[in-house]
Nanobody, 129 residues
Framework: DVQLVESGGGLIQTGGSLRLSCTASGFIFATYGIAWFRQAPGKAREGISYISNSDHRTQYADSVKGRFTISSDSAKNTVYLQMNSLKTDDTAVYYC??????????????????????WGQGTKVTVSS
């Protein structure tokens, strides 16, 4: 049973930091790529970061580049999203998503929703001014 569980969301003030966690179970961690998405009220789901659990190649959306950092800890089967310099526009429900690296092998842009077939339940981040 393939599962992803997000944690770490909460209420934070503008300029603050949070670290989100995505813990995986039910699959071979090193053979997957994992991405973070977010969805704000009334807006489309937005891909914000990706990491390959094999070679640790990463991608970031322009909206978070320089502020957010994705990392992978194979010993814990966990991907993290360190979020710094938070803005009110970062308020959203954050989701992690996964797919086998072999299924991602023919793409060069990893931040599309349709590429992922396994999703976590989401964790809410609220950034207040």
């Amino acid at each position: 049973d393939v599962q992803l569980v997000e944690s770490g969301g909460g209420l934070i003030q503008t300029g603050g930091s949070l670290r989100l966690s995505c813990t995986a179970s039910g699959f071979i961690f090193a053979t997957y790529g994992i991405a973070w998405f977010r969805q704000a009220p009334g807006k489309a789901r937005e891909g914000i970061s990706y990491i390959s659990n094999s070679d640790h190649r990463t991608q970031y959306a322009d909206s978070v580049k320089g502020r957010f950092t994705i990392s992978s800890d194979s010993a814990k089967n966990t991907v993290y999203l360190q979020m710094n310099s938070l803005k009110t526009d970062d308020t959203a429900v954050y989701y992690c998503a996964a797919n086998r690296l072999i299924n991602l092998s023919l793409v060069n842009q990893y931040l599309y929703t349709h590429l992922y077939d396994t999703w976590g339940q989401g964790t809410k981040v609220t950034v207040s001014s």
